[in-house]
């Protein structure tokens, strides 16, 4: 991520960096360029960066990508959110991973409707258009669903001892 944010501030184009406070302590990512919003944990964070991003691209990465990449589109496929995903298949890096989804689409645990949720390029510019092009379809089913902050928030339960 380093790398990526320092080539965008160099070509003077915004960055913003969220990230939780506790990657701050000894400087474990190192420093900033742009604007960095630090939040308590890596669920705050996902929520942060679905609010306020316009689209989401992975990169080649290890757990940690993929386990937003598919938070994202978990998200999508609920109907969350309607934003673009895209994963930038450089060598052919997400070819498994590809396969792998196709593979759960055969075999009916996924959708071929929210198999579009997931957009794959190998190059940026091909990646960007895509993105750009992207139409969301909401299931029908889980369109109806209404998320707000108040709806996924547990009842107060009564813990009162009574004797």
Known sequence: ????STAVAQHERQVLGI?????????LVGE????????????????MMMELSDAFIAL????????????MISWA????????????????????LLSFVDHAV???FITPRARKILIS????DELVDKLQAFRFEP????SKLKWSPSSSQKEKLDLTLRL
């Not at 900033?32 to 929520?47: S, Y």
């Not at 080649?60 to 938070?71: A, D, H, I, R, Y």
């Open 139 to 142: 299931d029908p089913a889980l």
């Open 60 to 71: 080649p990465g290890g757990f940690g990508t993929l386990e937003e990449l598919f938070q």
């Open 32 to 47: 900033t360029c742009g604007k960095e919003i630090k939040v308590a944990t890596m669920q705050e964070r996902l929520v």
């Open 19 to 27: 990230i939780p406070s506790v990657f701050t302590i000894n400087n």
């Open 77 to 96: 496929q609920l109907n969350i959110h309607n934003k673009p995903i895209g994963v930038l298949n450089i060598n052919g890096f997400f070819n498994g």
């Open 121 to 124: 390029a190998t190059t940026a």
């Open 106 to 108: 055969k075999q009916e």
């Open 1 to 4: 991520m380093g790398c990526v």
